[in-house]
């Protein structure tokens, strides 16, 4: 198997070389070029092309399905930053603000018919699981996306809900991504299974170490401001598992969410955090959905040095300080 960093090449050279309509169509297909080439980890096509080659078949197969995992993906960010009426995407205007809010929504709709279609392109006996793999994945993905926009307006949110809603948003795309490369590698429908809990396990981790980043990272190597969360009133982990605690700190938190955004709610909902030892407890939760993706992974039959591709990408996913 290769590494991360040379499936990356190969997944940006195929964005590069995707042959999209021009001319007077280039006020659909521009935006669609300019969403997918706005960088970022591509850690889900590269799990497609992991899966591929790990269960025997070469990933150069499961390239074109790799790119329609991260069309989908992009898509559903670019979506978000409409709803979200985001500005900015890894330091440059989202589409919607680049273009306007229509252009996003037409070109976001384009690149789900784009996914889809890359996704299929597999051999004929492998396509109904590769399709229902990814149909169940969205549903999930948009299921995630429902939740956490009806949680903006909601009182209380429990650790189970929050749960619920990032193994849709995140857990869900990365299980998929890696189940799909599996499918398309020969795996049993066991491996294939287990694959795609090892996906979601290291998707419930990697959001958890997010959460915690947000507030407790570096902002220099995190690769932007710490406390976005807390100024947007966001119910990240740290909220909800700091609310399940109870007592006079929880309630205050309610309260400190209400101070006018700025600093001094950054400062104060972190010093809760803190003395509520939210650290810890993310830290905990993240070793815990670790453990449970590692354990997923080592009951498939892949051999060690598979094995081994897979628990450094998780490593590297869920350890990173950015």
Not at 245 to 270: C, S, W, Y
């Amino acid at each position: 198997m290769k590494t991360t960093a040379e499936y990356g090449t190969e997944i940006e050279s195929a964005l590069r070389s995707l042959d999209l309509p021009g001319g007077k169509l280039s006020t659909l297909y521009g935006p669609v070029a300019y969403g997918l080439s706005a960088g970022g980890k591509r850690i889900r096509p590269v799990l497609t092309l992991m899966g591929a080659d790990a269960f025997g078949k070469s990933h150069a197969e499961a390239i074109i399905p790799a790119i329609g995992i991260e069309t989908f993906h992009n898509f559903t960010l670019l979506h978000d930053d409409v709803m979200d009426k985001s500005d900015m995407r890894r330091g440059r205007p989202t589409v919607h603000k680049k273009y306007d809010e229509n252009t996003a929504i037409l070109s976001g709709d384009t690149m789900l018919t784009l996914a889809t279609k890359y996704v299929s392109a597999v051999e004929d006996d492998k396509l109904r699981k590769v399709m229902d793999t990814f149909n169940d994945m969205a549903l999930r993905v948009y299921e995630g996306q429902r939740l956490d926009m009806d949680f903006e307006t909601s009182g209380d949110i429990s650790v189970a809900e929050y749960l619920e809603m990032i193994e849709g948003k995140t857990g869900a795309l990365l299980g998929a991504a890696v189940k799909i490369g599996a499918i398309i590698g020969n795996a049993s429908d066991k491996d294939a299974e287990l694959m795609y809990e090892f996906g979601v396990m290291t998707g419930l981790a990697f959001q958890i170490q997010d959460d915690w980043l947000d507030t407790f990272g570096d902002s220099t190597t995190f690769g932007k401001p710490i406390g976005g969360d807390i100024l947007n009133a966001k119910k990240t982990y740290l909220y909800v598992a700091a609310l399940a605690e109870g007592g006079q700190t929880a309630e205050a938190l309610k309260t400190a969410f209400n101070i006018p955004a700025g600093d001094m709610r950054i400062k104060t909902v972190t010093r809760l955090y803190e003395k509520l030892g939210m650290k810890d407890k993310c830290s905990k939760a993240v070793g815990y959905y670790s453990a449970q993706a590692l354990k997923a992974l080592n009951a498939t039959s892949l051999g060690e040095q598979e094995k081994d591709a897979f628990r450094k990408l998780a490593e590297k996913l869920i350890g990173r300080k950015k």
